[in-house]
Nanobody, 123 residues
Framework: QVQLVESGGGSVQAGGSLRLSCAAS??????????MAWFRQAPGKEREKVAH???????TYSDSVKGRFTISRDNPKNTLSLEMNSLKPEDSAMYYC???????????????WGQGTQVTVSS
């Protein structure tokens, strides 16, 4: 069982930066065995996977954020981060931390989700 709690959302002007954090509580296994990802969903739009990081630290990004966002994980601290730079109004959404595993690839359904943190970017 994995519990995820996000923090760090807020309001920022276009071109600004925010850093999201996710704290994971893992009752069994080890945090490092899970794929971790950030998703986002804006009102009226489908949920989008922004980025994921696998058990070995390999990262993958959506085209919409590539070059602007950086996902990272700290396994000893059971945390996940998303550094967001050059923010655009279209980045405004609820951002969710998610975990998949333990073991396996990072593509597919994620079985653990946080409650979300709101990011609003004004023009």
């Amino acid at each position: 069982q994995v519990q995820l709690v996000e923090s760090g959302g807020g309001s920022v002007q276009a071109g600004g930066s925010l850093r999201l954090s996710c704290a994971a509580s893992v009752s069994r296994d080890n945090y490092m065995w899970y794929c971790m990802a950030w998703f986002r969903q804006a009102p009226g739009k489908e949920r989008e996977k922004v980025a994921h990081i696998d058990q070995g630290g390999i990262t993958t990004y959506s085209d919409s954020v590539k070059g602007r966002f950086t996902i990272s994980r700290d396994n000893p601290k059971n945390t996940l981060s998303l550094e967001m730079n050059s923010l655009k109004p279209e980045d405004s959404a609820m951002y969710y931390c998610a975990a998949r595993g333990p073991y396996g690839v990072c593509r597919g359904d994620y079985n653990y989700w946080g409650q979300g943190t709101q990011v609003t970017v004004s023009s």
